[in-house]
Every structure is written in structure tokens, then in C-alpha cells.
């Protein structure tokens, strides 16, 4: 049961006591079953416990500890709150409000029903990535309960104009460039936007602040579903744009000096992942998305595995598109970012979703998705950094699964 008289659970949840006798201590939960998620990639079940016979409990217990000591690390960069001397396996833990962790079990709990996603989805992916955990940010500080919408746009804006945008944006993919060193990347970044209409972003311990205080170069520019909200301190040399799409903050961009935002040498970039989660909606729109395409603007029908021998598609419910064609196995997803789109070619009697990832080193993979009467089809291509590169091509495959 959970808690007194609750629901039957309906996940198997595992843990591993290291000691024998009657002071041992070993909590079963979502938290345990995390940790060792993340420490043998043989999944969670029998094959973890084949694998680490009695015989070396001891190394499965350092094992333990170093995937205990990752596990808080990542919920922590990530806005959840992990108790002191974080033990979720050994630690005092009492299933009532205000225990450390029941509290932070409720925090995750609260994270994947927002983003729509079970604690099945959770293991699955820890256990494939440590990183994953970054795809369920928690709260106020990691990310959005609601779209944005602005009052007005133009120049000369000020901090009362971007109100609704106030908040600390917390991104998994950072980018810092320094004049003469190397671009460092990293899987935790951050956007501010105070009330006094500073914005900052930050990333690898780097970061830059221009103000929304009514400069002629203080701008709220809308395109299609697409807002550019741009501040400028040119007095300082400074400048910070934010990005928010179909009302949900998808990326930022800060410099020192330079002439653009994307070429500037002395940069700090965010980009928030999957920043608008959703599910598969019910029926396609007449209507072409073309900035901020979600899981809610495609045809449910469109999930399934799709297959021809050499090559094979799967479409999940979270419009993750993953493809497999020889040694490429590669996956995006219509997350709502700036360059997921989906066109309607009534014509032609074609459907088409592109789904665009952005990757450490600026790497950003496309996969255009074409369903037309003759099956699917699929281009994955790297357009960042130029030239582009064709990395897989998919074409009249047939539904082979739901």
C-alpha cells in the first residue's frame, strides 16, 4: 500500500542492505530503486543481483555509494531538495509530511506527473543516463507552471513589461565561451529574471546580466509563436536575450561585446530541454505549428514502430521519434522548442513534423518526419555546425507495431 489505506503500488521497487542483523536498516522506494538505476546498466531486477554475487558485497557497496552520492547530486542541480547526508537507502525515513525524504519522494512524485511520465519512464532512462534525471525538473526554480504571456511588444521596454517572465529558469544544456580558450559545455545552467528587469544567465560558473530599464535596444519582438525579449546595457557592453516559445522559456543568451548573439566570442548560452511536456493529442489541427510544435499538436495515431528490415522508426507518446538504421541510432523529440514545427500539405496528402535536439558542443541533430499514403518517412540530418550532414534516410516504411 502507500501510506495507511492508500492505493496499492503498482511498480516494483527494489533496494540492496549492505550488513546483516536486527540495526540494519533498508528503505524500498522510488528514491532506492534510483540508486541503483544508476550504478549497473543491466536494468532493475533479478540480472542487478545475478551480477553482484554475496561474495562481493563489499564493492557493491562502494558501487552503492558512489551511485548514492550521483543521484543527490543530480536532483540537487536540479531544484529538488535533498536532504542532508543523503542516505535514501539507509536513512531515517517515515512515510508523513515533513520527513526529508517523503518530502522529496512527493517532490518527484508532483515532477513526473507535470511532465507526464510514469516512475517506470524514470528508471528506464536513469539507468540508460544519470542526465536523465534533468528531463523532470522540480518547482519554481527549474522550471514553468503555466505559459507566459506578454502585454505589449516593441522597444523601449521596461522591467513591468516582462513581468510574467520573472523567475529563475533552470536549463540542462550550457554553453561558456571565453576569447582564446576552449568552448566548455555542460548539463547545468541557469536563467534569472528578477523583478527589476535584470536578466542573467549563468553557466559553468560564467555569467553575464543586461537590464529591461527602457533603452531604445530594450526589445520584446514577437515572430509567429516565437518572442525575442532582449536587453541591452550598452553603456557596459553587455546584452541578454531570452527566448520564449508559445509561452515557454526554451533558451538564453548572454555576451560581452561581439555583434550577434550566436557568433559572439565571449558568450554564455541555456537551453532549457523539453520545455513544454505533453503527451500525444487526439486529432491534427488544420492549422501549421510553426514555432514550438508539441506532443499535443500531433495526431495520436502517429505513435507506433515502423520498419522496412534495414531501418526502423518508433514514435512514442511523448513524440520522441527514435531511429535505427545500422550502427545510427539516434533520437529527438517535438518538445515545444523554437525549431519543432509541423506542416500540413492537404495537396499532397502529406504530414510532416520536424523535431530538433541541441546537444553538447552546439551539435543540433533534425529529424523531418513525412507520413504520406505511402508510408513514413524519415530524414535525420546535423544542420549545427555547418555543413550539414546527412545521418540517416528512412523512407516508405510501414506500421509494424502500435
Known amino acids: 500500500m502507500v501510506g495507511d489505506g492508500g492505493p496499492a503500488n503498482a511498480e516494483t521497487l527494489i533496494s540492496l542492505a549492505a550488513g546483516s542483523g536486527p540495526a540494519l536498516t533498508v528503505n524500498v522506494t522510488p528514491l532506492s530503486s534510483l540508486v541503483l538505476a544508476g550504478m549497473d546498466e543491466s536494468g532493475l531486477g533479478e540480472a542487478l543481483f545475478e551480477r553482484h554475487e554475496t561474495s562481493a558485497i563489499g564493492r557493491v557497496a562502494a558501487v552503492m555509494r558512489a551511485a548514492t552520492e550521483l543521484l543527490g547530486a543530480k536532483l540537487s542541480a536540479n531544484g529538488f531538495t535533498v536532504p542532508s547526508g543523503f542516505d535514501p ?5 517515515t512515510a508523513a509530511a515533513g520527513n526529508d525524504y517523503d518530502d522529496l ?7 513526473l506527473a507535470r511532465a507526464g511520465r510514469s516512475y517506470r519512464d524514470l528508471f528506464d532512462g536513469y539507468e540508460r543516463s544519470a542526465d536523465y534525471i534533468a528531463s523532470i525538473p522540480y518547482g519554481t526554480t527549474a522550471g514553468q507552471t503555466g505559459p507566459i504571456v506578454f502585454a505589449r511588444t516593441g522597444s523601449n521596454a521596461v522591467a513591468a513589461d516582462i513581468a510574467p517572465l520573472v523567475g529563475v529558469y533552470r536549463g540542462q544544456q550550457g554553453r561558456s565561451f571565453v576569447p582564446g580558450s576552449d568552448v566548455v559545455n555542460t548539463d547545468s545552467c ?4 528578477a523583478a527589476d528587469g535584470n536578466m542573467t544567465v549563468a553557466a559553468n560558473g560564467r555569467s553575464y546580466s543586461a537590464s529591461m530599464n527602457g533603452d531604445p535596444g ?11 525579449v532582449q536587453a541591452s546595457d550598452v553603456a557596459n557592453d553587455r546584452y541578454a536575450q531570452v527566448t520564449v516559445t508559445r509561452g515557454y522559456v526554451t533558451e538564453a543568451v548572454a555576451r560581452k561585446g561581439g555583434y550577434g548573439f550566436s557568433d559572439a566570442l565571449d ?5 532549457v530541454a523539453d520545455p513544454h511536456p505533453s503527451v500525444l493529442g487526439s486529432a491534427m489541427t488544420s492549422v501549421n505549428v510553426t514555432n514550438g510544435a508539441t506532443a499535443s499538436d500531433l495526431d495520436a495515431s502517429w505513435a507506433g514502430v515502423y520498419g522496412d528490415g534495414s531501418c526502423t522508426v518508433t514514435i512514442d507518446h511523448q513524440a520522441r521519434v527514435r531511429v535505427v538504421k545500422g550502427v545510427v541510432d539516434i533520437q529527438a523529440q517535438l518538445a515545444g522548442d523554437q525549431d519543432d514545427t509541423i506542416n500540413l500539405f492537404p495537396s499532397i496528402s502529406a504530414e510532416v513534423f520536424s523535431a530538433a535536439d541541441r546537444r553538447p558542443g552546439g551539435v543540433q541533430i533534425e529529424f523531418e518526419v513525412v507520413r504520406k499514403p505511402d508510408g513514413l518517412g524519415v530524414q535525420v540530418r546535423q544542420t549545427k555546425p555547418r555543413p550539414i550532414v546527412n545521418v540517416a534516410s528512412c523512407s516508405a516504411l510501414t506500421r509494424t507495431s502500435p
Open 190 to 193: 541557469t536563467i534569472t529574471v
Open 89 to 93: 537507502v539507509g536513512g531515517t525515513f
Open 105 to 111: 519522494l512527493e517532490q518527484v512524485r508532483d515532477a
Open 218 to 228: 530594450d526589445l520584446l519582438m514577437q515572430v509567429v509563436g516565437l518572442f525575442q
Open 267 to 271: 558568450r554564455v548560452e541555456c537551453v
